[in-house]
């Protein structure tokens, strides 16, 4: 593990570093607000109505009934909130506070609310209802914010960070005209959210349309808890390359083909499975790699295995890390399917390109966790964000708060009520530093 | 390979040996009949036609109309060869050519007609069709046999030797009650093939009530085809253990969670998979051991597999040896899953016991051979068969005879047709010496 611990006196940094022009509006007691605790974690209790599980936790995915219903509750904290509220023609959700600074491009905060089948109650719903309420203390304060604010809850983050994606530009009419998996197209799905699929360029944002984006999101893994840290300050979301492999040896009968007459493409695939454990940890560092899917082919207990089709995933900060770890695997599987006397073919399916996020908003939000007394980390983020994408267009950070034993994308789904506080008071003060910088 | 030519000289045996009581029918002309090669190869090839497959290849599922009216064509050629047909209480077929000697025993010889979806047309058609063939050739010879000789087509031998566990006794009234896959009882489907379930009890024949039974039957394997041997003589059939074993880990999101934090059940798994191999190789002999289904749960590329459920089967003609390899796998399964923090559970789903051929029939099969010229191996057999159930009533023998390439249960099964003719003159002159013994 390589951590680092931003605590104040070793990030040394101050508000004079951080203000170089020396504008602190309201001197300096902004620095002593907090949020209402309670009412964030009450309003995340509460968006858990939206597509409840019988078993707990939500079902609310992207353009269902328990999406639209939820996307109304999150519209109606938003004007509590002192916002004016629209959907951009993507559907995302964007809540603005005015701004006096005149031309200033507008300072984007906020997460997503839709969910996985069978999701939990924290994923995505923690930063929206904590943008939400940085918002409303704003106005309770009665803040004379420079920059328009905009909470933003972006539309069908699980399925393919649509609402980000559409917002810097990256979906294609294919994408709109597509149909999905349920035979629905993207453009309806996005109508049945209040969007307009025919102004969908309108949502587009270029490069120096806004002035920086952050996020706060529950880490999904298990880093935070496990260690007892606060916070975490994401330096950036891995890439991912994804490849898709099938080896082929002689499917055949059990009992009468002797060991040493079989081509048994499980041998292989075992091996391989082991070899790409082996690789990605022999060195130091956060990468990740994964065999999730393996299929074994006839699949009966007294058939030698004919065929494996399997996935391998690698993911870190470093494309060149994952390329490199990519050769060895390869090497590796060009050694043991030769051994076995299998054969082998591979596609690579698609890759993420890492996104970095941006070393002053890092250093902002060190300050804020400084500042707030909390223990921080530095750390990747291993799942994809919107983040990723307005980091094509603007300085991009991410704040993790803890989720408990890692658990994500499942009912059991945890983040303690003390954490979504302090998470959303880390996201107050990013935002009040990042206003008057 | 541990491989022993049985050759005429080698094997020292002569008449003399073979017949203590001096009894030789017609002196030894007999040593020289020959079965009719163009008609088993005809009756094969006519044979092929019920259930033929678009691909090539049969469907001829036990008790499906294919193998109704395969078995009306097996009638027919019975009747042809002189034989007084009937079919058992169990739906087997058998044809009778009385013999002279006053309450002899039969000898019992055939094979079954009925294949796997999608199966080849030697599996069992080269048996049942050469048996015929003998009786054709005997009756051709008028041959006065001493005991009578049954000609067997056993009922649906592949979904678990029906005809031949009813024949020995061994199916119960719950076998034939409790509905298949498809939702229909044993009992109904022996009724749609001319037996009659409520009379099952008839069909048994308990110990010493048969002289001996003799099956030819295709390799199904590699063995004789790779060493360009032509008769295989089967030592016995072997025993199998099958043992469901599945790992569990933890489930979790394959970039959010560190390769230090995961209990990855298919590490485990694929360290099994390579310990099987290993330990069953590890030593001289026969013995097989197959991981021939393998599921990984959930199976996303993007998530930590927290499940795999697997088979492991082991065969070999010794149970010690059998259970001895399976200790040593227990004793790894153990190791691997304490390694990769996992858990697991298994089930020793069902046992066949091995079942030895008759040492005095192998002798006469070897006898055989040598007359005729061919080259020979003891081998076991690592498929099931009818034989295996005869043993527990009778002396028992098997013949086989090579496979191209070892490919069987499969559309492209070929036995060459000599093959098919070198066999079934084993079997005449095999049947002719039990005769005259």
Same mark, same amino acid.
């Given at each position: ?49 939206? /597509? ?48 006096? #600074? ?152 059990? /009992? ?84 076995? /006397? ?47 994408? @307005? ?22 789904? #945890? ?12 996201? @107050? ?9």
């Amino acid at each position: 593990m390589n951590r680092r611990r931003f605590l104040g006196a070793a990030a040394g940094l101050g508000a004079a570093a951080l203000y170089p022009r020396g504008l602190a509006p309201q001197g300096t007691a902004w620095r002593s607000w907090r949020v209402n605790g309670a009412r964030v974690n009450q309003h995340l209790s509460d968006l858990s109505r939206f /597509g409840r599980n019988p078993q707990g936790g939500v079902s609310r995915v992207a353009f269902s009934p328990a999406d639209v219903e939820g996307r109304a509750f999150v519209m109606e904290l938003m004007r509590a909130a002192g916002l004016s509220v629209r959907v951009d023609p993507v559907g995302n959700i964007l809540g603005r506070r005015e701004g006096s #600074l005149a031309g200033a491009p507008p300072i984007l905060f906020g997460s997503h609310i839709d969910s996985v089948p069978e999701g939990g109650n924290y994923d995505g719903d923690v930063g929206s209802m904590s943008a939400i309420e940085v918002a409303h203390t704003l106005s309770d304060r009665s803040y004379p914010n420079r920059h328009p604010l905009d909470v933003v809850v972006w539309a069908d983050e699980e399925s393919g960070l649509t609402g980000s994606r559409g917002f810097v530009g990256d979906l294609s009419d294919e994408d709109l005209r597509t149909p999905g998996r349920d035979g629905v197209s993207l453009a309806e799905k996005i109508q049945r959210i209040g969007g307009n699929p025919l102004r969908i360029a309108e949502a587009k944002h270029g490069p120096g349309s806004v002035a920086a984006y952050i996020e706060l999101h529950i880490e999904q893994g298990g880093i935070l808890d496990q260690a007892g840290i606060q916070i975490g300050i994401v330096e950036g979301i891995v890439g991912i390359n994804h490849y898709d492999i099938t080896i082929n040896g002689f499917a055949n009968h059990a /009992g009468t083909t002797p060991m040493d007459q079989r081509q048994n493409a499980l041998l292989s695939a075992a091996e391989l499975v082991l070899a790409v454990e082996r690789i990605v940890r022999a060195e130091p560092g956060r990468q990740v790699g994964t065999v999730g899917r393996l299929l074994v082919k006839p699949g009966a207990p007294n058939v030698v295995p004919g065929e494996v089709a399997l996935t391998v995933e690698l993911r870190d900060l470093s494309m060149e890390k994952i390329e490199a770890l990519w050769d060895r695997i390869y090497r590796e599987l060009q050694t043991v399917t030769s051994k076995h /006397g299998t054969t082998f073919r591979f596609a690579q399916q698609h890759s993420n390109v890492a996104a970095l996020s941006d070393p002053h908003i890092r250093e902002v939000i060190a300050d804020a966790v400084a500042n707030l007394g909390f223990t921080s980390q530095v750390m990747p983020s291993g799942a994809g964000h919107d983040a990723q994408d @307005l980091a094509h267009i603007c300085p991009m950070g991410m704040i993790f708060v803890p989720s408990v034993k890692g658990i994500s994308h499942s009912p059991a789904e #945890l983040t303690r009520p003390e954490d979504v506080t302090n998470g959303a008071n880390v996201l @107050l003060q990013t935002v009040l530093r990042l206003d008057q910088a």
